[in-house]
């Protein structure tokens, strides 16, 4: 599985980005797809989840501003982030797993290049 993603960059503090991975290969076999992210200096958090029955997990950092959604026929996932924060500066990693229910971060085994999301203030 390859994971695609695209659409990072730089914005001010209170705007708007919209993140979108695509996966290819063998595909049939994910169940979850993601994004985590990493903030310089800091581990990997996991930003929001969503099953291919379409169930969506956030961080709680995140909820309420940010949206994931996909379009199961091709496998793509977007995240839509408002209201964005400086704290959500970070390089953001699409992740796809074969797990039906993956909790810890091993358990997502495929992952993105990752793309960058600068947040002014």
């Known amino acids: 599985v390859q994971l695609q993603a695209s659409g990072g960059g730089l914005v001010q503090a209170g705007g708007s980005l919209r993140l979108s991975c695509a996966a290819s290969?063998?595909?049939?076999?994910?169940?979850?797809m993601g994004w985590y992210r990493q903030a310089p200096e800091k581990q990997r958090e996991r930003v929001a989840i969503i099953t291919n029955r379409g169930s969506t997990n956030y961080a709680d950092s995140v909820k309420g501003r940010f949206t994931i959604s996909r379009v199961s026929a091709n496998y793509t996932v977007y995240l839509q982030m408002n209201s964005l924060k400086p704290e959500d500066t970070a390089v953001y990693y699409c992740?796809?797993?074969?797990?039906?229910?993956?909790?810890?971060?091993?358990?997502?085994?495929?992952w993105g290049q990752g793309t960058q999301v600068t947040v002014s203030s």
């Open positions: 290969g063998s595909v049939g076999s994910i169940n979850v």
């Open positions: 992740v796809a797993s074969d797990y039906e229910r993956p909790r810890a971060i091993y358990e997502y085994e495929f």
